[in-house]
Structures are given as C-alpha cells and as structure tokens.
C-alpha cells in the first residue's frame, strides 16, 4: 500500500504579504448601481481608442514579421527614443540607453527590488504610502519602515534621522500626485532627499505615474534633477495613466549598473515586454498628438475633482477634512476623530456608494479615520449623486 504524502507548503511569505485590500473592495463594488470613488482608474471614456487602433493596424500592417516575433529585454529602440525626447522637454536629458521598457511601472518595482534588496534589508516609504510597493517589498522579505509626513509629505529632518539610524538600501517616493494621498513633494523637500541621499548613501526610487495629470500650478523638477544624486535616483514611470492601461507598459531610467540588473532580472521574469504593444505605443507617439491627448484628459479631470471637492463639506460629517490636490486621480479626506473609515464602508456600500479606507496604506500604525477618494471615473454628476449617498451612509 502507498501513502500519499504531504504538498510541499508555499512560501511563507506569500502568506505574510496577502493580497490586496483596494483590490478585493473593487471586486465587491463592481456592480453598475454602485458609485464608487475607490478605484484608481483612469476614465475609458476618454481613452483614444481609434489612435491606438491605428497604430496597431499600422505596425501589423507594415512589419508583422518583426513585431509579432521575441525582441530584446532592453525594449523597442523607437519607443525608448521617445519617451527619452519627452522626458528631455520636461527637463531631464535621457539616452536612449538609459530606459528599460517594463511590463507596467510596477513590473520596474518588482526589478528593482529583484537587483536591490536581499532578505531583511530596510525600505523606507513614505506614511501612507502605495499599497502594492508595499506588497512588492514584502514579498522581497524587506523591513519597510514608515518615514513621518506632513501636508507636504516626508519630512526632511525625520528622513535623515531614519536613514542614520535604520541605514536602509533604499527610499520609495511618489513625489507627484502621490497615491493614496493626492500631495506633491515640494522643490526644498526633493532636493533635502537627493542632498540626504548623496550623503548618507542610499538608493532613492521616484514613482510617477501621474505627474502629467497636472490641472493647476507649475510642474516641480524631480529628485533626479537634482544635483547630488543622480548616480542613486531611479524614475518609474508608466503609459497607463497618459494612454490606457491594458497596454500594460512602463519604462525604467536609472544609471547603468543597476539597469542592467534589471534587465537580468526582466529576462528571468518574463523576457521582455510584449513586442506588438511597444511597437504599436511607439507609432501612436509618432503619429498622435499625445499632448493634445493628455489636455483633454486633465480637462476633464479637473472638472470632476471640483465636483468631488464642491460636495465633501455636504457629504463627509463635521469635523472632517480633505487636501486639494493639483493633479492626479486622488483626495485624501480624514473623518473626525474616533471614526473608523473601515467599518464605515460596509454602511457606505449598502447605500450603493464606496470609498478605500486608508488604513492598509500605512506601513506603521494606520490612522484608522482616513479614506482615499478618486474622483476619475465617474462624471460631475454621478460624483454628485455619489456623495448624496455618502451623506446618507456616514450622516
């Protein structure tokens, strides 16, 4: 007679880490008679659905051998081209060479971790912070440690008490539009971090999937314009928020020796990113007008965050208070003191609206009265009635 014996047990890890909580509050608001502010959606509506058709007819039209076939990890030498010609208007010289192009922007922070950090090495973040960097550096078997905030994010003094005390491998930033919290690092504050950097010796990653969503004010440099550290800064940034997110397409610049870790990393991943979805991004910024593109989004977009910041003060009970940020896709609303925003969603829900509730944005102790709201998806209207129902669930 044979025994059967045990499944080996997964990797502990995973179970540690667990899924995502903005991900599975998706799967239970997903239904057409809710109205909901949780998700971080770009709108479909305005997604330039006839553009991208054409360039992908275009370049299957014209070279399907080459773009139907394996390509090299480092990307489309086109589309690297053009992303490096944008990032030099904005300010930032980039070669062609310095990109790596990415499944997403979060395949980059995967790539990073994967070429930076060993088991038990110290991640700083910022408090809240994106829950699935979070997520990507658990599963690294880092030590994440929260770094203080204010209105205008880290706190430089903290910072670089932190940094000399916990001597970590790497600092995580979103410096614009920062997801959860809607805020902007302000100039002072990134070059206080590239200062810090270049002096106490860390790695320092600026996630910025959202800094052409600006509606008001003037563009801020990034840390990797700042003098001091340009050997240690690393940008992400992502197609899905400028141009549709199936896409699925991201780029990576940072100096040499840690690009081509990546690229060993992304060869053991998944090879290289999708040759047709690179090709046909880089003939939609060759023959669309991506800029024109981009000013009706922030239009409309701008529209709809004034909805959401005209109705708050009706909607969430006194004593709350929210930020207004310049761009992006989130607001940051804190209810008063002892609520539980957690708690309080499944009385949202039954009133067919939703919200994120901010606690699982923290890497230390949550504050349990804070919510994140995006207001992208749902038009003047709809937001209207949206809060409306708010009012009625948290009155």
């Keep these: 007679m044979t025994t059967t014996a045990a499944v080996p047990?997964?990797?502990?890890?995973?179970?540690?880490?667990?899924?995502?909580?903005?991900?599975?509050?998706?799967?239970?608001?997903?239904?057409?008679?809710?109205?909901?502010?949780?998700?971080?959606?770009p709108a479909p509506e305005l997604f330039d659905a006839v553009g991208i058709r054409a360039a992908y007819d275009a370049v299957l039209r014209e070279s399907p051998r080459r773009v139907l076939q394996y390509s090299t990890t480092e990307g489309d030498p086109a589309l690297r081209a053009a992303v490096a010609a944008r990032l030099a208007v904005r300010g930032l010289p980039t070669d062609v060479d310095d990109l790596l192009i990415t499944s997403g922007s979060q395949q980059g922070?995967?790539?990073?971790?994967?070429?930076?950090?060993?088991?038990?090495?110290?991640?700083?973040?910022?408090?809240?912070?994106?829950?699935?960097?979070?997520?990507?550096?658990?599963?690294?078997?880092?030590?994440?440690?929260?770094?203080?905030?204010?209105?205008?994010?880290?706190?430089?003094?903290?910072?670089?008490?932190?940094?000399?005390?916990?001597?970590?491998?790497?600092?995580?930033?979103?410096?614009?539009?920062?997801?959860?919290?809607?805020?902007?690092?302000?100039?002072?504050?990134?070059?206080?971090?590239?200062?810090?950097?270049?002096?106490?010796?860390?790695?320092?990653?600026?996630?910025?999937?959202?800094?052409?969503?600006?509606?008001?004010?003037?563009?801020?440099?990034?840390?990797?314009?700042?003098?001091?550290?340009?050997?240690?800064?690393?940008?992400?940034?992502?197609?899905?928020?400028?141009?549709?997110?199936?896409?699925?397409?991201?780029?990576?610049r940072g100096p040499a020796a840690l690009r081509r870790a990546c690229v060993i990393a992304k060869q053991a991943a998944d090879l290289h990113t999708p040759t047709l979805d690179q090709a046909a991004a880089a003939r939609y910024l060759a023959d669309s007008d991506l800029d024109a593109h981009l000013a009706v989004v922030r239009d409309a977009y701008r529209v709809r965050r004034d909805a959401l910041l005209a109705g708050l003060a009706g909607a969430l009970p006194p004593g709350s208070t929210w930020n207004h940020p310049e761009g992006g896709m989130f607001l940051w609303a804190r209810l008063p003191e002892g609520s539980d925003a957690t708690a309080l969603l499944e009385k949202a829900v039954a009133h067919q609206v939703a919200y994120v509730p901010g606690a699982p944005f923290y890497a230390g102790s949550p504050d349990p009265a804070t919510l994140r709201l995006s207001f992208t998806t749902h038009?003047?209207?709809?937001?209207?009635?949206?809060?409306?129902?708010?009012?009625?669930?948290?009155?």
Excluded: H
């Design 9 to 41: 047990a997964l990797a502990a890890r995973t179970a540690a880490v667990g899924g995502s909580p903005v991900r599975e509050i998706l799967a239970l608001t997903d239904a057409p008679d809710v109205i909901s502010f949780a998700g971080g959606l």
């Design 109 to 252: 922070l995967s790539l990073l971790a994967s070429a930076l950090l060993e088991p038990g090495d110290t991640v700083l973040v910022e408090d809240p912070t994106y829950l699935a960097a979070l997520q990507c550096f658990g599963l690294a078997g880092a030590r994440i440690v929260p770094v203080p905030t204010d209105d205008e994010g880290v706190v430089p003094d903290a910072l670089d008490a932190l940094v000399a005390s916990e001597r970590p491998k790497m600092l995580y930033l979103v410096p614009n539009f920062q997801n959860p919290t809607g805020r902007t690092l302000p100039l002072a504050r990134r070059r206080a971090v590239a200062e810090i950097a270049a002096r106490r010796g860390l790695w320092v990653v600026e996630d910025d999937p959202y800094g052409e969503l600006r509606f008001e004010g003037e563009p801020v440099p990034w840390i990797s314009q700042c003098p001091g550290a340009a050997d240690r800064t690393v940008l992400l940034s992502s197609f899905s928020k400028v141009m549709a997110p199936g896409l699925r397409l991201g780029w990576l």
């Design 379 to 395: 038009t003047p209207d709809e937001i209207e009635i949206g809060l409306t129902r708010l009012a009625g669930a948290l009155g």
